[in-house]
């Protein structure tokens, strides 16, 4: 059973950037294709940035241009840089593999983007 750990969350003002990680126990991690997800509140859980096993990257475009997506596999690590953030970017952010099944989520980060 893999876990997923998120950190690196936290209240930034407009503009502000924040690096996410997320680690995966086990060492599995290289073969799959990752993701980023964000849920806002009152909202279902969107998927934001993806990366092969390969490390081709994917954003979806409200986010093109302001975030990176990177994986480290010798520390079975996802990142997300996050930078110019937006009030629209506040959310809890999630890891999981890019699937149709997930592993089960893990608790997640929190980003709020306040003035």
């Known amino acids: 059973q893999v876990q997923l750990v998120e950190s690196g969350g936290g209240l930034v003002h407009p503009g502000g950037s924040l690096r996410l990680s997320c680690t995966a126990s086990?060492?599995?991690?290289?073969?799959?294709?990752m993701a980023w997800y964000r849920q806002a509140p009152g909202k279902e859980r969107e998927l934001v940035a993806t990366?092969?096993?390969?490390?081709?990257?994917n954003l979806t475009d409200s986010v093109k241009g302001r975030f990176t997506i990177s994986r480290d596999n010798t520390k079975s690590t996802l990142y997300l840089q996050m930078n110019s953030l937006k009030p629209e970017d506040t959310a809890i952010y999630y890891c999981?593999?890019?699937?149709?099944?997930?592993?089960?989520w893990g608790q997640g980060t929190q980003v709020t983007v306040s003035s």
């Open positions: 086990g060492s599995i991690f290289n073969i799959f294709h």
């Open positions: 999981n593999k890019r699937a149709s099944i997930h592993w089960a």
């Open positions: 990366i092969t096993a390969g490390g081709l990257t």
